[in-house]
């Protein structure tokens, strides 16, 4: 299922205004869904997941997918940024598991994101801060990895209603096994 890669661009007002939703993080295993939906759509075989404390502390997903050009990774964090569709008739045949383009800056507003990732193509692989903007030459096969750290950091009242660490971790594994169940094309661990 591998299609040929998109740019990741902002998205016009007028097709904004027929598909925001407003993209709420309810809890890790809401991360954790965008997040494999997002390698999915990159036409990722392998996935990868870590968390820590039930996904509060850590949560890393790691794909072997197309990745994200060094000049993208920035525009990937803002809100209404996508590669999955650029026009209203794109939106009447979507065919990835996102496209909205709202999760990943819903992620960083409420969490510390750093996106690591290699386009297939590119001599090497980049790593951006998240909060700073800062970005880095650093070592990665093609693929992305994308870590969130400390969720709802930024909004303790959010954290608050959190369950135990093993009521989390068993909503995140419950995400990670109906997307295995889904596509058992692809390797997850």
Request: with cysteine; charged share 40%.
């Given at each position: 299922m591998t299609a040929s890669r998109r740019p990741i661009l902002e998205l016009p007002d007028e097709l904004i205004s027929q598909i925001a939703a407003g993209e709420v993080v309810e809890r890790p295993a809401s991360v954790?869904?965008?997040l494999l939906d997002n390698a999915l759509d990159a036409g990722a075989t392998q996935i990868t997941l870590?968390?820590?404390a039930g996904g509060v502390r850590l949560i890393s997903v790691e794909d072997?997918?197309?990745g994200i050009p060094a000049d993208e990774m920035a525009t990937a964090l803002r809100r209404h940024a996508t590669?999955?569709?650029a026009s209203l008739a794109?939106?009447?045949a979507v065919g990835t598991m996102g496209f909205r383009g709202e999760a990943l800056a819903a992620i960083n507003s409420i969490a510390e994101v750093s996106l690591l990732s290699r386009a297939g193509g590119q001599s090497s692989a980049h790593l951006l801060d998240g909060r700073t903007g800062e970005m880095k030459p650093v070592a990665r096969a093609q693929g992305t990895?994308?870590?969130v750290k400390e969720l709802f950091f930024s909004v303790p009242a959010r954290r608050k209603f959190l369950k135990t660490d093993a009521t989390e971790l068993a909503?995140?594994?419950?995400a990670v096994r109906r997307h295995a169940l889904a596509r058992p094309d692809v390797g997850f661990a």
């Open positions: 954790v869904r965008e870590r968390l820590l072997d997918g197309a590669s999955k569709i794109e939106l009447e990895t994308v870590e909503h995140c594994i419950e």
